[in-house]
């Protein structure tokens, strides 16, 4: 009786994983020769447990990566440039820490977005929010917020992410408002936060290719301040290689498709 209350009483208090717990140790004869400070240590690292995979859970789908990667997936055999130290580096995620910025940049096909969505979960791992949104999409939604009045609202949404990966960055021109719209953002998050973003285009074309010289100053000022560099080359993945593996089931295979 004393334990169906005790269960109750976690229940009440919104521990549902300490009540579940409790309740298995009540049913299982393994547990009665524990002392008191054991038991409720079981209990507690349970509730943390759970609350930390609700938390993961909670995180991974309001950042809405566009894959599913994780660091131990990245395919580190084929050469495209990808530093294995550099990148394990990353995914300890004092950069997301300091608010410094990634850039991964390359050719289409070499990986780019599963590498920076295996970042961001990482980050995510680490405690940290994210939001994956492409670029023109990001460009479009700011303009339809701008129109019905939602744009403040909308940006310090934005600028509160711990990590916001920016897909596709400069993949087409921008005319003079959209590139005001990017340096907003930029702006919000500089020193704050950290961004990643992803490009076909090497850095050093960046500014030519924003279109507006004074706003592509401030951009790029704020943007590879404390930048880490990943700079892939190679084939696109996408197309069947003699080394690639085929040992993998197919919807891990699917699921990696760009790593």
Not at 41 to 63: Q, S, W
Not at 75 to 95: C, H, K, M, Q
Request: aromatic residues 4%.
């Amino acid at each position: 009786m004393l334990t169906n209350q005790t269960i109750e009483g976690l229940l009440a208090l919104r521990l549902p994983a300490m009540a579940a717990a409790l309740s298995e140790q009540a049913a299982s004869a393994a547990h009665q020769g524990l002392s008191f400070d054991e038991r409720l240590g079981l209990l507690v690292d349970r509730e943390l447990a759970e609350r930390e995979e609700r938390r993961l859970a909670r995180y991974l789908k309001a950042a809405r990566l566009r894959s599913d990667a994780v660091v131990e997936d990245v395919d580190f055999r084929r050469r495209r440039g990808l530093d294995r130290a550099a990148v394990l580096g990353l995914a300890e995620g004092g950069w997301v820490t300091n608010h410094h910025n990634v850039a991964v940049v390359g050719p289409t096909g070499v990986g780019k977005t599963f590498v920076a969505c295996a970042l961001a979960n990482a980050a995510i791992r680490r405690g940290h929010s994210a939001l994956y949104l492409r670029a023109p999409r990001m460009l479009d939604e700011l303009a339809i917020a701008r129109a019905d009045g939602r744009l403040t609202r909308l940006m310090a949404s934005w600028a509160r992410v711990d990590v916001l990966l920016i897909d596709d960055f400069l993949i087409r021109p921008l005319n003079p408002d959209q590139a005001a719209d990017t340096l907003e953002v930029i702006e919000d998050r500089a020193g704050l936060r950290s961004t990643v973003v992803t490009s076909q285009l090497p850095v050093n074309v960046w500014h030519e290719a924003m279109g507006e010289p004074t706003i592509a100053d401030a951009v790029l000022d704020r943007l590879l301040q404390h930048l880490h560099r990943i700079e892939l080359a190679g084939e696109s993945m996408r197309r069947p290689g003699p080394d690639r593996t085929d040992d993998a089931a197919p919807a891990a295979k699917s699921a990696r498709q760009g790593r």
